[in-house]
T-cell receptor
Framework: GEDVEQSLFLSVREGDSSVINCTYTDSSSTYLYWYKQEPGAGLQLLTYIFSNMDMKQDQRLTVLLNKKDKHLSLRIADTQTGDSAIYFCAEETGGFKTIFGAGTRLFVKA | GAVVSQHPSRVICKSGTSVKIECRSLDFQATTMFWYRQFPKQSLMLMATSNEGSKATYEQGVEKDKFLINHASLTLSTLTVTSAHPEDSSFYIC????????????FGQGTRLTVV
């Protein structure tokens, strides 16, 4: 079935880079997304990548997609305390459903 | 980007009452809308998929008589939680997409439901 997995926690120091990894199972996925959720808030779309791309860069964010291994990563350069949040990886499947990972809680230490 | 408006953002209701949550696509025609539920500290779970003008397709384990979904127009879908119970307290979020154009889905702001 469709499944998205990601590690639950990541802790980094302010100024370092954060890399959040995700794996998915549906090879027919069309879009892959990264969402940010701050405490008590809804989802904020950070970035997305088409399944036929390998990389997408958007300011401090870099998304890498390895379609062969079904592996997606999000790199946040120069991580700030304001980046502390839960980051969800999600894939839009061939059936146009979006399947979410469990979320990675990013802790940024000052 | 496209805008999806979800209303209300927060609602408190008494056990046994029903609550309606609206999801509107403001600048595009949403042929398909999705309803998700997020339990505390957990990921979002897809509850159902609704296509305009037809009955919603519910995911396994979701009670269709309890969570009534109506997608009567291309810009509006509603989720009604009937006979609300404290266990229904959760964060509900909708997304909408224009399938015919193959665009990605856009999410509403979410509704935090508390049943007391």
């Amino acid at each position: 079935g469709e499944d998205v997995e990601q590690s639950l926690f990541l802790s980094v120091r302010e100024g370092d880079s954060s890399v959040i990894n995700c794996t998915y199972t549906d090879s027919s996925s069309t879009y892959l997304y990264w969402y940010k959720q701050e405490p008590g808030a809804g989802l904020q779309l950070l970035t997305y990548i088409f399944s036929n791309m390998d990389m997408k860069q958007d300011q401090r964010l870099t998304v890498l997609l390895n379609k062969k291994d079904k592996h997606l990563s999000l790199r946040i350069a120069d991580t700030q305390t304001g980046d502390s949040a839960i980051y969800f990886c999600a894939e839009e499947t061939g059936g146009f459903k979006t399947i979410f990972g469990a979320g990675t809680r990013l802790f940024v230490k000052a | 980007g496209a805008v999806v408006s979800q209303h209300p953002s927060r609602v408190i209701c008494k056990s046994g009452t029903s609550v309606k949550i609206e999801c509107r696509s403001l600048d595009f025609q949403a042929t398909t809308m999705f309803w998700y539920r997020q339990f505390p500290k957990q990921s979002l779970m897809l509850m159902a998929t609704s296509n305009e003008g037809s009955k919603a397709t519910y995911e396994q384990g979701v009670e269709k008589d309890k969570f009534l979904i109506n997608h009567a127009s291309l810009t509006l879908s509603t989720l009604t939680v009937t006979s609300a119970h404290p266990e229904d307290s959760s964060f509900y979020i909708c997304s909408a997409s224009e399938i015919r154009r193959g665009t990605e889905a856009f999410f509403g702001q979410g509704t935090r439901l508390t049943v007391v």
